[in-house]
């Protein structure tokens, strides 16, 4: 066999400035287009590079020396490698302003948010939906332009050294961390894993000449993180922030006042549910106040955000009126959602809950304490789902699936003028449920 030729970033790059859309599904092969040849643990892209090519693909980026055949196959040592390093060079070429995101819960909310009102500014590119991992980031990276004046990036982790890296693809002018939590204990071994990790994005911009950070004041963990930090402080009235707001109403959509820098009041009816989401709106605040962004027009774009992706979303069925969080689940945001329905007045309420992932050994008692709040609610019924449940559930009516939640719906008929709360991790499947409810 011949000596295989590699491709060089350099070459790739020049490649990639003719031909700049970057694909990896095969199912989606725009004509022009670059394909990444991915492996994962049940596929490898490589076998599909000349499937690419045939469906409108300019070049393949493969990394098995067997595929060969077409002058348009460009081998690279490492096909995932070659496409984080071809972001990190796109993003130093092109020098935009980024911001990144990340934290334990409310991080896509804090992103969303800050993108529509860095929106009413700059021409902005930010992570669609919650393409925040070591694909999804360098994917995003790739989507810039020299049009684009900020992007805003979210970034997410489930073991130690994953925020480091995807911050080095991003290099980011400054950073935001919403919260730290318990969650991905499995990955992170413990709760001071999770703020070690987290707090890689820290640690990256304290060497950065210039680096700044957006800090929530009212999280005593967050503030020790950022220690000497350069920093934009957002948080309730009375920590001296940049930034500063407080809860009007929730019942059950957070209203909420805010300003800047001792300025006029400007009150904001949300689309969200939850007291806990006014640690992001003022998060957004404080970002778009700092890049300029007028006061009127933060309040207009925040009043105007609704949220569509699964996370606190209000629905109203023929039969009930739901809340719906069923993207995430922890015990941080499971406590928060627990405690922000304690907070809704309503005659008839029910819970139906799904269990946490990726608790490692703080799953049993992670369970139990949701089952026991869950309890104490006063609620008509509460419904829990899922294994890690199955020993807590005194009290409760448990179900090992959604599938079980549905054929009892089906059987016995959907309970009718409730206020149902739906919350559980995205792999427990109660976002099916708002259907049959």
């Known amino acids: 066999m011949s000596k295989i030729a590699y491709t060089s970033l350099e070459e790739l790059y020049s490649l990639f400035q003719a031909h700049s859309v970057i694909t990896t599904d095969t199912r989606h092969c725009p004509e022009g287009s670059l394909f990444f040849a991915l492996r994962g643990e049940r596929f490898d892209g490589n076998a599909f590079a000349q499937q690419a090519l045939q469906a409108g693909c300019a070049f393949a980026v493969v990394d098995d020396p067997a595929v060969g055949g077409d002058e348009r196959l460009l081998h690279v040592p490492d096909v995932l490698t070659t496409l984080q390093q071809l972001a990190a060079l796109h993003r130093r070429t092109l020098g935009t302003p980024i911001v990144q995101i990340t934290g334990t819960n409310g991080k896509t909310t804090t992103k969303e948010l800050t993108a529509a009102v860095l929106a009413r500014k700059f021409d902005l590119l930010c992570t669609q939906g919650n393409f925040n991992n070591h694909i999804g980031v360098p994917k995003t990276l790739l989507q810039l332009r020299p049009h684009h004046q900020m992007a805003v990036i979210e970034t997410g982790a489930n073991h130690p050294g994953e925020i480091a890296l995807l911050t080095d693809l991003v290099q980011p002018e400054c950073g935001l961390i919403t919260n730290v939590g318990m969650a991905h204990?499995?990955?992170?071994?413990?709760f001071e894993g999770v703020m070690r990790t987290k707090g890689e994005l820290y640690d990256y911009l304290r060497h950065k000449p210039g680096g700044f950070i957006f800090l929530h004041a009212d999280n005593e963990h967050l503030c020790r993180m950022a220690g000497s930090l350069?920093?934009?402080?957002?948080?309730?009235?009375?920590?001296?922030?940049?930034?500063?707001?407080?809860?009007?109403?929730?019942?059950?959509?957070?209203?909420?006042?805010?300003?800047?820098?001792?300025?006029?009041?400007?009150?904001?009816?949300?689309?969200?549910?939850?007291?806990?989401?006014?640690?992001?709106?003022?998060?957004?605040?404080?970002?778009?106040?700092?890049?300029g962004v007028p006061d009127v027009d933060i309040a207009e774009a925040l009043a105007a955000y609704e949220p569509t992706n699964n996370r606190s979303e209000w629905m109203r069925t023929q039969?009930?009126?739901?809340?719906?969080?069923?993207?995430?689940?922890?015990?941080?945001?499971?406590?928060?959602?627990?405690?922000?329905?304690?907070?809704?007045?309503?005659?008839?309420?029910?819970?139906?809950?799904?269990?946490?992932?990726?608790?490692?050994?703080?799953?049993?008692?992670?369970?139990r304490?949701?089952?026991?709040?869950?309890?104490?609610?006063?609620?008509?019924?509460?419904?829990?789902?899922?294994?890690a449940f199955r020993a807590h559930a005194a009290g409760a009516r448990w179900f090992p699936s959604v599938a079980e939640v549905k054929a009892a719906l089906e059987a016995e008929g959907a309970p009718t003028g409730r206020l149902i709360l739906v919350k559980g991790s995205n792999g427990t499947r109660l976002f099916e449920l708002p259907g049959v409810l």
């Open 185 to 190: 204990l499995e990955g992170f071994g413990s």
């Open 369 to 387: 304490a949701v089952a026991a709040q869950a309890a104490s609610l006063h609620c008509e019924e509460v419904w829990l789902v899922g294994e």
């Open 230 to 291: 350069p920093a934009v402080r957002y948080g309730l009235p009375g920590h001296d922030c940049y930034t500063e707001g407080e809860v009007l109403d929730c019942t059950p959509f957070l209203r909420l006042r805010f300003r800047t820098q001792g300025g006029a009041w400007h009150e904001v009816q949300t689309h969200l549910i939850g007291a806990y989401n006014v640690a992001n709106v003022l998060a957004a605040a404080a970002v778009g106040a700092h890049f």
């Open 319 to 367: 039969r009930n009126e739901l809340i719906v969080d069923a993207y995430n689940a922890n015990p941080t945001s499971m406590k928060a959602a627990l405690d922000n329905f304690a907070l809704i007045a309503h005659d008839h309420k029910m819970a139906i809950l799904g269990e946490m992932r990726e608790l490692g050994t703080a799953s049993d008692e992670a369970h």
